[in-house]
């Protein structure tokens, strides 16, 4: 193998680069700004080239530096996650979730979760995806709920919680001032959870109804949650899960203007390595999330 540098003056030099300042970098790190020099300056002698380069007051990456920072900082990150695996409490599962899901369905189940089984602690974070992944390798979680279509890498257990149907949402006065037809739906404003519009194409290419309801430039979001709150304050119709707006539904909040929903062809699916640590609290976790899914009450709608 060939000999590799110190893995301190490495992390010297990657906290100096991503900060541009050997001062920030010293508070960082807990040295002083002299050691953060000293160790850039063995780094230097080591490779044979300058690192950094002066700029005024501040510094600037040279070329050597520059192609030297995305490697360290993926090198580094790799290992932060393996040693966090190690130092995770055996009773805690950190948990990556969608924002939407979060909010109108994984929040409360997971309150109700620590009250039965007090034992394992669940540190969930909310994270907005625009394609639900997570990298558990390099992200700081034992488990994640994703949108996916079912296709996992082999090395992760994968469990179905529930399907997507998507569905218009509206709010419930804009329901009671008629019955909805093809000619109302032309009329209404469309809200966009997607900046790409997928959810309503989607929707209205499974109805037949593309050529006769075509997207309209309404008002885009670009998470599904915001565009479910817009359509229940009145200000047009969106698209929304039909689980995740179950709830509202039930209680009045919002309005189901037209009764179909269509599967989108993705699930919602809890995820985990089989290598980690501790499965059997990945399965409990598991056993009580499918229980709270099969306990749900969904709105009486067609499916497409």
């Known amino acids: 193998m060939s000999r590799l540098a110190p893995l301190y003056a490495l992390r010297a030099f990657e906290a100096a680069a991503r900060h541009l300042s050997y001062t920030k970098a010293a508070q ?12 850039v300056r063995t780094l230097e002698v080591d490779f044979g080239c300058r690192l950094f380069a002066r700029e005024g ?3 600037r990456l040279t070329e050597p530096g520059r192609l030297l920072l995305p490697g360290l900082q993926q090198g580094f990150a790799a290992l932060e996650g393996a040693c966090a695996s190690l130092r995770s409490e055996e009773g805690a599962l950190r948990l990556k979730a969608p924002s939407t899901l979060t909010m109108r ?3 409360a189940r997971l309150s109700r979760f620590r009250l039965q089984q007090p034992d394992i602690e669940v540190q969930l974070t909310a994270a907005w995806m625009d394609v639900d992944r997570v990298d558990f390798e390099r992200e700081p979680y034992d488990c994640a709920v994703l949108l996916n279509t ?15 149907w998507l569905i218009p949402v509206c709010a419930p006065e804009a329901a009671a001032a008629g019955a909805w037809d093809v000619t109302r739906l032309q009329a209404a404003e469309q809200l966009h959870p997607t900046p790409d519009r997928r959810d309503w194409r989607q929707w209205l290419q499974a109805m037949g109804l593309s050529e006769q309801v075509p997207l309209k430039s309404g008002q885009v979001f670009d998470m599904l949650e915001l565009g479910i709150v817009a359509a229940a304050r009145g ?6 899960d039909l689980l995740l707006v179950a709830e509202d539904v039930e209680q009045g909040r919002l309005a189901l203007p037209l009764p179909t929903a269509v599967f ?4 919602y699916y809890l995820v985990w390595p089989k290598a980690r640590r501790g499965q059997e609290r990945f399965q409990r976790l598991r056993d009580y999330l499918l229980a709270e899914v099969a306990a749900m009450r969904l709105p009486a709608v067609s499916r497409c």
């Open 28 to 39: 960082e790190l807990a040295i002083t700004q002299s050691a953060v020099s000293r160790h």
């Open 57 to 59: 007051r501040g510094l």
């Open 105 to 107: 369905w994984l929040l």
């Open 150 to 164: 079912g296709v996992f890498p082999e090395g992760w257990e994968h469990v179905k919680l529930f399907e997507e």
């Open 235 to 240: 200000y047009g119709v969106s698209i929304g």
């Open 264 to 267: 989108s062809g993705c699930s």
